[in-house]
Structures are given as structure tokens and as C-alpha cells.
């Protein structure tokens, strides 16, 4: 979705909010925070737009190409509240391939949002299938979603795994092993 922000509504919704847990809105160490807590949602929630650079795959390189541990951050849309963590993304080249840091800008263009893991996680494979026709595609997030460590329904740090497998990567057994053994080994090493 394409938010459309209102600043001066979320200015004014800042300082309801405040007021509805009891604070004063009109002490000086208040005073600026409606207008610190928009700037803040207002980029959260804004993505930056960038070029999706790919390059003919010239040489026929057909082995899996992983980025690995790309960190992001983005806005759980049942709590208003963070969920961050690292994204693991593959693909089987076709004819094009996408430079590496392309794929960072990916995962935080779709970050900006009002998000749930699995639709991001879904959403970033279906970019991918969309502007590179690989053969095949893998994307695993795993994240700690704040809204339930920091409440404790969840233990701080644990962590939530989706993924969206497309392709070679979901239907060729070997492929698949490949992909999920280079992403999922992340778990141990942190
Ligand atoms: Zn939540």
C-alpha cells in the first residue's frame, strides 16, 4: 500500500495520544514530541524509491546467489510497534541478474509500511519474480516483533522465520537444501 500521510493529523493523533494515557501534553518536556513522534512515523512509513539496476547474466552463471543477514526494520500494522531483524534472500539466475545491494534497498522499500512478516516476506519474492524471472527465488526473515517480546507473550529475542520459496528454490529438492542451508545456519551464529 502507498500510505498517503497527513502530518498535522498525525501531529494532532500524537498529542490525543498522550493526552489518553495521562500526560501532559502542555509541560515543556513535552512540547515537541507530537511533532518528533510524526517525523518519525512519516519515515518509517515513507519508501524511498530506487532503481532496480539488473545486468544481462552474460556469463550463464547458474548457481544459487545468496545475500545473507541484510538487516531491516519495519511497523507491525495490528500494534504500531517495531519488528526488526535480518532477511535472507536467493535466487537461480535466469537471463538477468540484480546488483547485491539492490536487494537491501528491496527489503526496505517494502519495509516501509505498515507490515505483517509474512506479507513483507511475500512481497520481496514476488518483487524479485516480477523484475528478474529467476528460475527460481527463496526469502527467509526472521525477526523479534516488539509487540510481543517487549509485552512478554514471546521472550525478548526470540525470533519469528517466514519465508517464500518460488520456483527451483521450493520444487528442486537439492536447490532447496542449498538455499535453506546457507540462510537458516544464521540462527546458530548470533
Ligand atoms: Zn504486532
Redesign the pocket.
Given at each position: 500500500m502507498t500510505m498517503n500521510i497527513d502530518r498535522a493529523a498525525l501531529e494532532r493523533a500524537a498529542a490525543d495520544l498522550l493526552r489518553a494515557v495521562g500526560a501532559d501534553v502542555d509541560s515543556e518536556a513535552l512540547e515537541e514530541t507530537p511533532r518528533r513522534v510524526a517525523e518519525a512515523y512519516a519515515e518509517l512509513l515513507t519508501p524511498q524509491p530506487f532503481r532496480a539496476t539488473t545486468f544481462p547474466n552474460d556469463d550463464g552463471y547458474d548457481e544459487l546467489i545468496v545475500a545473507r543477514s541484510i538487516p531491516f526494520h519495519s511497523l507491525?500494522m495490528?500494534?504500531l510497534?517495531p519488528?526488526h531483524g535480518v532477511a535472507h534472500i536467493g535466487y537461480l539466475p535466469g537471463e538477468r541478474i540484480i546488483g547485491l545491494s539492490k536487494l537491501g534497498r528491496v527489503v526496505e522499500y517494502f519495509s516501509r509500511d505498515l507490515q505483517i512478516q509474512e506479507r513483507l516476506t511475500t512481497q520481496i519474492a514476488a518483487w524479485l519474480q516480477r523484475e528478474l524471472e529467476p528460475k527460481g527465488v527463496g526469502v527467509v526473515l526472521e525477526a523479534e516483533?516488539l509487540?510481543?517480546s517487549l509485552r512478554g507473550v514471546q521472550k525478548l529475542g526470540a525470533k519469528t522465520v517466514t519465508s517464500a520459496l518460488r520456483g527451483l528454490v521450493r520444487d528442486d529438492a537439492r536447490t532447496r537444501q542449498e538455499f535453506l542451508a546457507l540462510t537458516t545456519r544464521t540462527t546458530h551464529d548470533q
Open positions: 507491525c495490528h500494534h510497534l519488528f516483533h509487540c510481543m
